[in-house]
């Protein structure tokens, strides 16, 4: 059964770079069949899609975050992350590392999600 | 910046229909994919490429697209369906996805 885990502080301060990591288990992450991506969260409130990367690196992101995210992959770990650059209290969220299928286009693996709070 | 609109909230009595709606501009041309999340969980796929159930999903759940607006329909509603319901799809082309806000069933 593939599992995806999130990893990283649960709290940033504001300006700094926000920093995550799933862990990929039960599955490679170096299947053409799929793209890794990333979705957060804001407490109380809707789904918002940050972005995805095929396993061969090439990314696709939001474009109204485009400026501060990036999205890498190491197969090597069986692992993708994300970095969210100039953090500010609106990037509170959780946030949910996730595997979308190729051939249906659907999200049909999702992490627990991990809450991270931007404070001083 | 590409939108999906729904209802913040639709209330149905158990045993009726619910329908949920997604309109934008770009729907025709990109597949509507619709999630159902519970409290505390993270969400899963009801309906994919527009009309397309996931094995596991109750047939009560079914989807359909007209114009650009696509639909999710809750047949016979019961008391587990009451959850937070997201529309996604993508922009016209197709490089970017995008959630709708969301809708809240209520199961009275």
Same mark, same amino acid.
């Given at each position: ?12 301060? *504001?300006?700094?770079?926000? @920093? !995550?990591?799933?862990? %990929? ?5 170096? +299947?053409?069949?799929? =793209? ?22 090439? *990314?696709?992101?939001?474009p @109204? !975050?485009k400026?501060? %995210? ?5 197969? +090597?770990?069986?692992? =993708?992350?994300?970095?969210?650059t ?35 | 910046?590409?939108?999906?609109t729904?209802?913040?909230s ?7 229909t ?19 999340q ?28 007209s ?22 799809s ?15 069933l209520?199961?009275?």
């Amino acid at each position: 059964q593939l599992q995806l885990q999130e990893s990283g502080p649960g709290l940033v301060k *504001p300006s700094e770079t926000l @920093s !995550l990591t799933c862990t %990929v288990s039960g599955g490679s992450i170096g +299947s053409s069949s799929y =793209f890794w991506g990333w979705i957060r969260q804001p407490p109380g409130k809707g789904l918002e899609w940050i972005g995805n990367i095929y396993y061969s690196g090439s *990314p696709y992101y939001n474009p @109204s !975050l485009k400026s501060r %995210v990036t999205i890498s992959i190491d197969t +090597s770990k069986n692992q =993708f992350s994300l970095k969210l650059t100039s953090v500010t209290a609106a990037d509170t969220a959780v946030y949910y590392c996730a595997r979308d299928e190729v051939a249906s286009g659907t999200t049909d693996y999702w992490g627990q999600g991990t809450l991270v709070t931007v404070s001083s | 910046s590409y939108d999906l609109t729904q209802p913040p909230s639709v209330s149905v009595s158990p045993g009726q229909t619910a329908r949920i709606t997604c309109s934008a501009d770009a729907l025709p041309k990109q597949y509507a994919y619709w999630y159902q999340q519970k409290p505390g969980q993270a969400p899963v796929v009801v309906i994919y490429k527009d009309s397309e159930r996931p094995s596991g999903i109750p047939e009560r759940f079914s989807g359909s697209s007209s114009g650009t607006t696509v639909t999710l329909t809750i047949s016979g509603v019961q008391a587990e369906d009451e959850a937070d319901y997201y529309c996604q799809s993508a922009d016209s082309s197709g490089t970017y996805r995008v959630f709708g806000g969301g809708t809240k069933l209520t199961v009275l």
